[in-house]
């Protein structure tokens, strides 16, 4: 058997409602069902106040110390034929 990753969304009941047909070779087999909630960044922002957050962020480093590494070279690939 292998493992399915499936997501979903609660009920507005407070529950989960999920189908997932798994063929009938794995019939009658048992299975675990783990419930992993989806973390949001922020349910309260709006997508316009998440783009500003992020805006707001570029340069936003004061640390007069900070450098940015050398980021090496691209690697080199053959021509597509």
């Known amino acids: 058997m292998h ?3 499936v997501q979903s969304r ?3 009941d407070g529950v989960l409602h999920i189908d997932i047909p798994m063929g009938e070779e794995v019939a009658d087999r048992e299975v675990r069902v783990t419930i992993d909630p989806v ?3 922020s349910s309260s922002m709006t997508l316009e106040e998440w783009r500003r957050f ?3 962020t570029a340069g936003s480093i004061a640390d007069q110390s900070f450098v940015r590494h050398e980021q090496g070279d691209y690697e080199q690939r ?3 034929p």
């Open 54 to 56: 992020v805006m707001e």
């Open 78 to 80: 053959g021509e597509l």
């Open 10 to 12: 609660v009920g507005s």
């Open 3 to 5: 493992r399915v990753v």
């Open 39 to 41: 973390r949001r960044v």
